[in-house]
């Protein structure tokens, strides 16, 4: 017996090579020696003699590509995993009797953790056989660079090398990749290829699927396994419930489902909006977009549940995100559950937060997370892959070559920290090489099948890799047929004060195991449960549940008593909380302050004052702007008072309307004259005065009626004389009474002669006029009642426009607009039809009826920026679905119930004459609608690359339409605004700018109606408006939408319902005069 620690290393012929019928002494003699020798130790000599027998022969290469994340923003955990993978590949290349007469190398590639980069790796290595290197030959110490203490893409790019067949020959027989992005994004490809690939570190649920990703292994676990465990701690907390925010649909909807599945199999009840009709079975909250003001509003949406546990199933920056926009709304003393395999210390980076790294520390402690067990219990066992190394001497070795000591996981000296994963990286390498034994050795298939990816190499690997059984650095790696994931445990730890990371407890399905290793600590009530003893399945100690408040108080999460609101705040049970009320905004949670002279705030909760606009001003602590009366100005937002005409004290100066913007808009009253634009003004002369304001001149000063203008002044006409006109030269006499009186007489009696002689002469003229006259009389009854007919069916037809659909009314669920992609928006009406995405409600009676069991209604109105992508821009797209989701939950409307109206969604675009039906509908459509939300953020026209925010929006005829439409229904509540200043209730005096439809722009006058040969579309909207104006007019009710009718349409309904429009003939300026509306208003 010769001690391990003495044997030479052995130069290795391939097995197969020494068995062979051309060396039929040697095959004999091996055999009968191999028989005879005892197992263990002694065999393994016996081999090592003989192999050291044949020393000088040649050892043939076989090669793995590893996509590795040796950098980047995301995780750069691949310069750890490497070591934990080299150590492994040392005990397979010294294991004489795993590979013999092979030596197993990897060519290790930077893949970033980005999905672009490990794509382009792969394809060259495939394609090309090239191989980007990652800094070959370099030591641990050169690789941060610039020693700033950490190692970057910029300190290791010049250290890389391309290798290619030269170098790596043959041909890699695998892949070995980690990051869930990258291995998403290849495994397809390489299944193509017939292109092996085990994961080492790739988490996502997705890739669990075998229909979307064939022949996919990995040896670590994916995160589904941790929602079991979550809910499992959560239950032996005590807790019945438990609230889940989840990431987008896309990638996170499978994680939803799973532990919805595992709520209900522990009893556990799932707390939030009910999510089903996108993630089965899933309640909870959604943050579907790195956004602060979504997760404000998830935040806000926590504090109303108030759940102690909450699981937290994203990424660190949207968990960051999310614990900031609660700590600023003082949600103290939740236990967050949350990924352990995040890098240590993710809860405190504030680069991307309002929060100092200090508060979200503060929030994270006491968290709990749950993680793969990377090491096994049982560190005595022997790995599968090595002769002799143990897992606890893999381990000391890992930590020894990284210069930390044991289970020291702090930043290393040269720039990275060390990673767990390098366990699972082990197990994957050891993977492979079972896998090559079983192929190569045990069923002598040619490692030129391998290599050349034949179908027969192919089948053999994929069946040896799924009979894959090995005890590994994590413990025993094993798959059930047909399936990805091995079948691990889960260890779960918790976040103490001083960022100490407490191993709690271990999990493998159906059972929660606690360690005995220290206490629960939880900061309310100094909550302290001892984690054991060893072996534990239940523990003594019962997280504290939040208080319920009264309806009118708020909770204080960091003492878990009630308190009635502050001053100038007032409870809001949509919100759960106390709100700053209308005049006042939140400067920081739970502080309100009266908005500044000059600006307003319409309603409860706001954030930020709005500037007053040019014309109107405001005190401190307005909850509106007020316009600037008659004789004075402003010119400038955020007035705290308006400029008075400089000669307004003196009676001299007026305006023409209120809200005038700029002192050109004073003018002289009537009765005096000057210079305009603001110019001072002068009294017309003694009995003189001007016919209208502004006057410009003395010349536009005439004398009164009884005055004529003579010697340079007005003076009285003489006695008997006057003038009748401003205009007269001369003054005309008066008649005497009595000449008058006899005049007339004798006219009198002269007529009545006259008209006797006439009576006689023309008796028989008179009768035939009589009779044709009557004809004539009979012809214009006919046509009046024919023109009055005329009316009553146009009006007729214009109620019908905005009565009933023309068209069906589509609609999508807010859960699934909330989860829409991009590319599924471009999908139009029709795309989006074909996926069952949208509901038809087929009549506004219908509708009615819906209404009645709960929908409602959200109406998004924009402007167009592009000629040629019909709808939203991105822009547009990522305000409207936050838009939807903060009009939900200002409301408190539930999501399931909540359907939204998109033009580009819900008028088909194919077939043209339906989609005439639907745009016709168009006012129909905005009446109903519960609310209706302008989407204006700042952005630019594709074509024109003009400007575009509300000012913009507000110069659209279409878009005026849609907001008159719904404001002579409802009136202007419910109808908001949002851009990058959040979302604003609209204000009746923002609705009074846009009401005269016709005064905005219409894209069909921009391009000159095609050089006058096609109509105009303002003509298109005669009937709707017809039909808004008769119903106005007909009605008695008081309601919101009437009143505003009344005193914002009917005031003014020459200039909203103009007689004609100028019509645009080509694009240099020429123009035509057309009939609008005609004489049909005053008709009605």
Request: net charge neutral.
């Given at each position: 017996r010769v001690p391990t620690s003495t044997w030479p290393a052995p130069s290795l012929l391939p097995w197969p090579l020494l068995l062979s019928p051309s060396r039929p002494r040697v095959a004999f003699g091996l055999r009968r020696l191999f028989a005879m020798a005892p197992l263990g130790t002694f065999r393994v000599v016996c081999l090592s003699v003989l192999f050291g027998f044949f020393s000088g022969s040649a050892v043939q290469p076989i090669w793995l590509t590893a996509i590795q994340p040796f950098t980047g923003e995301d995780w750069d955990a691949g310069v750890s995993m490497r070591i934990g993978a080299e150590i492994l590949l040392e005990q397979v290349n010294a294991n004489p009797i795993l590979l013999p007469g092979y030596e197993l190398k990897v060519v290790w590639?930077?893949?970033?953790?980005?999905?672009?980069?490990?794509?382009?790796?792969?394809?060259a290595n495939l394609f090309d056989t090239t191989y980007n290197v990652f800094a070959p030959g370099r030591s641990l110490t050169e690789l941060?660079?610039?020693?700033?203490?950490?190692?970057?893409?910029?300190?290791?790019?010049?250290?890389?090398?391309?290798?290619?067949?030269?170098?790596?020959?043959?041909?890699?027989v695998g892949l070995l990749s980690a990051c869930a992005g990258t291995c998403m994004d290849i495994a397809y490809i390489a299944y193509k290829a017939r292109y092996p690939m085990?994961?080492?570190?790739?988490?996502?649920p997705a890739l669990s699927d075998r229909r979307t990703f064939p022949n996919f292994y990995r040896t670590i676990l994916p995160d589904t396994f941790f929602n079991a465990a979550w809910i499992a701690m959560a239950k032996a907390l005590g807790q019945a419930s438990v609230t889940t925010v989840i990431g987008e649909t896309e990638n996170w909807g499978s994680m939803g489902t799973i532990i919805a599945n595992a709520a209900l199999d522990q009893g556990v009840e799932l707390m939030g909006h009910d999510l089903t009709t996108e993630i089965p079975g899933f309640k909870g909250l959604q943050i579907s977009l790195d956004s602060k003001l979504i997760a404000s509003s998830v935040a806000a949406e926590l504090v109303k549940l108030k759940q102690r546990v909450v699981i937290l199933l994203m990424f660190g920056a949207r968990n960051r995100l999310l614990m900031c926009e609660a700590h600023k709304r003082e949600f103290a003393n939740a236990v967050f559950m949350a990924f352990g395999w995040l890098s240590f210390g993710w809860w405190a980076q504030a680069s991307d937060t309002d929060c100092t790294p200090a508060e979200l520390t503060q929030m994270a402690t006491g968290m709990i997370t749950a993680n793969m067990m990377f090491w096994r219990t049982d560190l005595s066992t022997v790995l599968a892959c090595s002769a002799s190394m143990s897992v606890d001497e893999f381990i000391d070795e890992w930590f020894k070559r990284q210069g930390n000591k044991r289970p020291d996981l702090a930043m290393t000296s040269d720039g990275y920290s060390p990673a767990l994963e390098a366990g699972t990286t082990a197990d994957a390498v050891c993977m492979y090489a079972k896998m090559l034994h079983e192929v190569l050795i045990n069923r002598g298939v040619p490692l030129s099948d391998l290599i050349g990816r034949s179908e027969i190499g192919y089948a053999a690997v994929q069946d040896a890799l799924s009979n894959t059984d090995f005890e590994g650095v994590q413990g025993r790696v094993k798959f059930v047929p047909g399936e990805a994931d091995p079948k691990g445990a889960v260890i779960i730890q918790q976040l103490q004060p001083g960022g100490v990371l407490l191993d709690v407890a271990s999990y493998k399905h159906p059972v929660l195991t606690f360690l005995g290793n220290g206490d629960l600590m939880f900061p309310l009530d100094n909550e302290i449960f001892h984690a054991g003893p060893a072996g534990a399945t239940t523990i003594s100690g019962n997280l504290t549940l939040y208080t319920i408040c009264p309806i009118d108080q708020v909770l204080d999460f960091s003492t878990n008593k009630c308190h009635t609101c502050p001053v100038n705040e007032e409870f809001t049970e949509s919100a759960g909380s106390c709100l700053c009320i209308a005049g006042f905004y939140e400067v920081v949670h739970g502080i309100c302050s009266k908005c500044p002279s000059g600006s307003f705030s319409a309603s409860v909760g706001t954030l930020e004052c709005k500037l007053c606009d040019v014309g109107k001003w405001s005190a401190e602590g307005s909850t509106a702007c007020s316009f600037c009366p008659l004789g004075t100005f402003i010119g400038t937002h955020g007035a705290s008072e308006c400029t008075v005409c400089p000669q307004l004290n003196e009676g001299l100066h007026t305006t023409e309307a209120i809200a005038s913007e700029s002192l050109a808009a004073c003018i002289c009253v009537i009765g005096a004259y000057g210079?305009?634009?603001?110019?001072?003004?002068?009294?017309?002369?003694?009995?003189?005065?001007?016919?209208?304001?502004?006057?410009?001149?003395?010349?536009?000063?005439?004398?009164?009626?009884?005055?004529?203008?003579?010697?340079?002044?007005?003076?009285?006409?003489?006695?008997?004389?006057?003038?009748?006109?401003?205009?007269?030269?001369?003054?005309?006499?008066?008649?005497?009474?009595?000449?008058?009186?006899?005049?007339?007489f004798m006219l009198f009696f002269l007529s009545l002669a006259f008209a006797y002689l006439l009576h006689r002469v023309y008796k028989r003229r008179l009768a035939l006029l009589t009779a044709k006259a009557e004809a004539a009389m009979k012809e214009a009854e006919a046509a009046m009642k024919e023109a009055e007919a005329a009316v009553q069916e146009t009006v007729k037809l214009g109620l019908a426009t905005i009565k009933d659909f023309g068209h069906p009314?589509?609609?999508?669920?807010?859960?699934?607009?909330?989860?829409?992609?991009v590319d599924q928006l471009r999908g139009l009406h029709e795309g989006n039809?074909?996926?069952?995405?949208?509901?038809?409600?087929?009549?506004?009676?219908?509708?009615?009826?819906?209404?009645?069991?709960?929908?409602?209604?959200?109406?998004?109105?924009?402007?167009?920026?592009?000629?040629?992508?019909?709808g939203a821009s991105d822009v547009q797209w990522k305000f409207m679905q936050?838009?939807?989701?903060?009009?939900?939950?200002?409301?408190?409307?539930?999501?399931?119930?909540?359907?939204?109206?998109?033009?580009?969604?819900?008028?088909?675009?194919?077939?043209?004459?339906?989609?005439?039906?639907?745009?016709?509908?168009?006012?129909?459509?905005?009446k109903c609608a519960d609310a209706l939300v302008v989407v204006c953020p700042h952005a630019r026209h594709a074509d024109t690359d003009e400007t575009a925010n509300l000012e913009s929006y507000q110069s659209r005829v279409w878009c005026r339409v849609e907001v008159l439409a719904r404001c002579c229904t409802r009136g202007v509540k419910q109808v908001y605004i949002i851009n990058e200043s959040g979302l604003v209730d609209a204000t009746p005096e923002w609705a009074a700018n846009i009401i005269k439809v016709f005064d905005g722009n219409m894209t069909c006058c921009r391009t000159g109606h095609f050089g006058g040969t096609a109509p105009c579309d303002r003509t298109t909207l005669i009937m709707p408006l017809l039909g808004l104006y008769y119903e106005g007019i007909a009605s008695t009710g008081t309601s919101a939408g009437l009143q505003f009718f009344r005193e914002m349409i009917l005031t003014q309904k020459e200039a909203v319902f103009p007689e004609t429009f100028e019509y645009s003939v080509g694009t240099e300026g020429k123009s035509e005069t057309k009939e609008l509306f005609g004489d049909l208003i005053a008709r009605i």
């Open positions: 590639q930077d893949g970033m953790c980005s999905k672009a980069r490990g794509r382009t790796l792969f394809l941060d660079a610039d020693k700033s203490g950490v190692i970057t893409s910029a300190d290791t790019q010049p250290m890389s090398e391309v290798w290619n067949a030269t170098i790596v020959s043959p041909d890699p085990v994961s080492n570190a790739a988490t996502r210079d305009g634009d603001g110019g001072s003004c002068k009294s017309c002369p003694s009995h003189s005065t001007t016919t209208s304001a502004g006057s410009a001149s003395v010349s536009a000063c005439q004398c009164e009626v009884g005055y004529l203008f003579r010697d340079a002044s007005c003076q009285r006409c003489p006695f008997g004389q006057t003038t009748f006109l401003p205009s007269d030269t001369k003054c005309t006499p008066l008649p005497e009474v009595v000449s008058i009186i006899v005049v007339a009314m589509v609609l999508m669920g807010a859960n699934a607009f909330s989860s829409l992609t039809r074909d996926a069952f995405r949208l509901i038809f409600v087929d009549t506004f009676a219908k509708f009615q009826e819906l209404q009645k069991r709960g929908l409602k209604v959200i109406f998004l109105s924009y402007q167009w920026l592009s000629w040629t992508t019909k936050e838009g939807v989701g903060q009009v939900i939950l200002r409301n408190g409307w539930a999501r399931d119930q909540t359907y939204v109206w998109l033009d580009i969604l819900s008028i088909p675009q194919e077939h043209r004459s339906v989609q005439r039906l639907a745009v016709n509908s168009l006012y129909v459509y905005a």
